[in-house]
């Protein structure tokens, strides 16, 4: 079969979804996330599916692309909220699948720490949970948004936010930031 109309329709839209990264918005979070760094804070991220693989893999492109042989004595102290299944499935099937974030942060956002939501529709209700609870603490968040942006695009302090209604581009694109905090910070020094 020839899907090659496919194929090069998919590439135009993930084209016009990576022109829509605001380089402005996407300045201000690599500089909280910087900023986390140099204070020592927690980084959390979390997302379902999808985009709590992009959360996991951001997380070790932090914890060890970033901070293996830094000769500054800065590392990233970043923390996905997906990769503990054993505490997920506990907290999923005695307390609520709505709680799975939250409930962890509770036992470690400090004041100071960032946390990151990741989520194609910025709907997720885990999410959103555990957003609410973090700035309910006075921490900051960062959220980063596919289709209308949702709940998620209107509470987080920094909302970047792609504007495509289309699951799989907005998770490339999601994830294409992560690579990009990673060009970014890696040529920068400590």
Known sequence: MDFLKRIDNYKERLKVAVDNIDPII????INKILQAR?????IFFMGNGGSGASA???VGDLNKGLSLG???GKRYRSISLVDNSPT???LANDVSYDDIFVEQLKNFLNEGDLVIGISGSGNSENILRAVRYA???GNTVIGLTGFSGGKLKEEADISLHIPVDDMQIAEDAHMMIGHMIFSVLYHTDC
């Open 135 to 137: 700035k309910e603490r």
């Open 56 to 58: 996991s893999h951001i």
């Open 38 to 42: 140099d204070e020592q804070k927690q």
């Open 70 to 72: 830094k000769t500054c």
């Open 26 to 29: 996407l300045n201000e979070m």
């Open 88 to 90: 997920l499935l506990s």
